[in-house]
């Protein structure tokens, strides 16, 4: 929890240091927040302040991320923690940023103790007791209702690791019940695995059943994207993601119709905005 002088600190920094007016607008009229209500966007907005105060954002390979870029980030970063404590990312501090997918090449050591090497082109990582890296193509194609958002998936991993390695169990608040979130992710995990194994058409990204924490990260976001999608097909993981991330999307967001994740989407009501925000790649 926050120390008193910690939060007072906070405060005074976050009077003095609003975020921009018109870079906010631009953040905030994104598919993603539709329906937050005005002490939720004000909550967002102070949270993704303190996000750009705390976190060194480092743009590589000539990407240049301008303040409008950095804000559009933040504010995807901090919606998953929008109703959790603000130390909810405090034990990371980089955010790490390329123009498009970046290779990386990473060593395991597999049970009997052979050393591999794999590389990877990816959208997104979260280092364990390190920085998360990103796409800035990716993030910024992020916020649109469509089930897939890598700022989301990253920081859930994030918020995994919390207790240990990513294994689709972060530390639940007090009141949750740990047999219950098992119980529930393990049976969505399998019916995904079974589906995966048989080619199954499935509504939700077969990459949720590459490993338990890969199906956290998957269904947060389509909790934060397409809740709706969600609680028709896992309503026991929409209650149990409602539960850790204290909020409920499908009360705020339009029923979007909705296709499995790569693929574009209508939005039936929804007013899109006009304006692509600058930065954007
Ligand atoms: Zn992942």
């Not at 995807?76 to 498009?100: H, K, R, T």
């Not at 060593?107 to 364990?128: F, M, N, S």
Request: glycine share 4%.
């Amino acid at each position: 929890m926050f120390g008193f002088l910690r939060q007072r600190r906070r405060a005074s920094f976050l009077a003095a240091n609003p975020i921009d007016d018109t870079q906010w607008q631009t953040a905030i009229n994104l598919p993603l927040f539709i329906g937050l209500s005005a002490e939720e966007r004000q909550r967002l907005r102070e949270h993704a302040a303190w996000f750009l105060h705390t976190k060194t954002l480092t743009p590589l390979h000539g990407l240049e991320l301008d303040a409008q870029a950095r804000v559009i980030l933040a504010a995807q970063a901090v919606l998953p923690i929008m109703n959790l404590d603000f130390d909810a990312y405090d034990d990371w501090s980089e955010v790490v940023l390329y123009p498009g997918q970046f290779l990386t090449r990473d060593r395991y050591t597999d049970h009997i103790g052979v050393v591999h090497e794999v590389e990877q082109h990816l959208a997104g990582q979260a280092r364990p007791e390190g920085p998360v890296l990103f796409s800035w193509l990716d993030v910024s194609q992020s916020p649109w209702l469509d089930g897939w958002n890598v700022v989301i998936h990253e920081l859930a991993h994030k918020l995994d690791m919390r207790n240990g390695d990513a294994n689709g169990r972060p530390p639940l608040h007090a009141g949750m019940d740990a047999a219950v979130w098992k119980s529930v992710f393990s049976e969505a995990y399998d019916h995904l695995t079974r589906l995966a194994n048989h080619e199954l058409y499935s509504p939700i990204d077969l990459y949720a059943a590459e490993s338990p924490a890969e199906c956290f990260a998957v269904f947060s976001e389509y909790f934060f994207e397409t809740p709706h999608a969600l609680v028709t097909h896992y309503p026991r993981v929409y209650e149990q993601l409602k539960l850790f991330y204290r909020q409920d999307p499908l009360q705020r967001l339009p029923l979007v119709r909705y296709r499995p994740a790569f693929e574009p989407v209508e939005f039936g009501p929804v007013v899109l905005p006009t304006a692509v925000p600058g930065g954007w790649a």
